[in-house]
């Protein structure tokens, strides 16, 4: 069974630092592209990131560019996401979901999404 | 940046069928995706590559792509399927989601 479990959601300052990790299992992990979205409370999703199934392409929405960095563990079948100089517009549920087609970087889509995590940065 | 649009909100009586649009410039171009996703639970995909069903989706899903516009539709559409509904497509190398359409069933 594919699962895929986020932590490290917490409250923190504007200003402040926090990682996100996003534990796999079920699947080949090292074989698929991984993304990160997230959804603002009561609003739509928000594509944020993803990483290719080597951690050799990475790419990001225009909104975290610069701030946020995604990286994986395969040995450990991990991904992870770097998130400085957040900001209120951060506060969201940052789920991490895999990409359906094996070892494509765009194009695909997700088949599996983990239940989230959720950051909330305070002023 | 590349934008898709739905509407807010579609309501629809049980057994009837619902349409949910997502509109893009050359939309018919690209693949779309759609996702189902009910309060306090994660998105569920219930369309792939314009009309494709993932297992273990119900029939009475269906998509298709064409010019600008996408549609979901549900047929026979019954309380299960009040959720919020959720395109997808790329540009480029960006993933872009529609704003997201409330299904209401009543």
């Known amino acids: 069974e594919v699962q895929l479990v986020e932590s490290g959601g917490v409250v923190v300052q504007a200003g402040e630092s926090l990682r996100l990790s996003c534990a796999a299992s079920g699947f080949t992990f090292d074989d698929y592209t991984i993304h990160w979205v997230r959804q603002a409370p009561g609003k739509g999703l928000e594509w944020v990131s993803l990483?290719?199934?080597?951690?050799?392409?990475?790419y990001y929405a225009d909104s975290v560019k610069g701030r946020f960095t995604i990286s994986r563990d395969n040995s450990k079948n991990s991904l992870y996401l770097q998130m400085n100089s957040l900001t209120t517009e951060d506060t969201a549920l940052y789920f991490c979901?895999?990409?359906?087609?094996?070892?494509?970087?765009?194009?695909?889509?997700?088949?599996?999404w983990g239940q989230g995590t959720l950051v909330t940065v305070s002023s | 940046s590349y934008e898709l649009t739905q509407p807010p909100s579609v309501s629809v009586s049980p057994g009837q069928t619902a349409s949910v649009t997502c509109s893009g410039d050359?939309?018919?171009?690209?693949?779309v995706s759609w996702y189902q996703q009910k309060p306090g639970q994660s998105p569920v995909q219930v369309i792939y590559q314009d009309r494709k069903r993932p297992s273990g989706i119900p029939e009475r899903f269906s998509g298709s792509n064409s010019g600008n516009t996408a549609t979901l539709t549900i047929s026979g559409t019954q309380a299960m399927d009040e959720a919020d509904y959720f395109c997808?497509?790329?540009?480029?190398?960006?993933?872009?989601f529609g704003g997201g359409t409330k299904l209401t069933v009543l």
């Open positions: 979901a895999k990409d359906a087609a094996k070892r494509i970087v765009v194009g695909g889509d997700f088949d599996y």
């Open positions: 990483i290719s199934w080597d951690g050799g392409t990475t």
């Open positions: 050359n939309l018919g171009d690209k693949y």
């Open positions: 997808q497509a790329w540009d480029i190398s960006t993933v872009v």
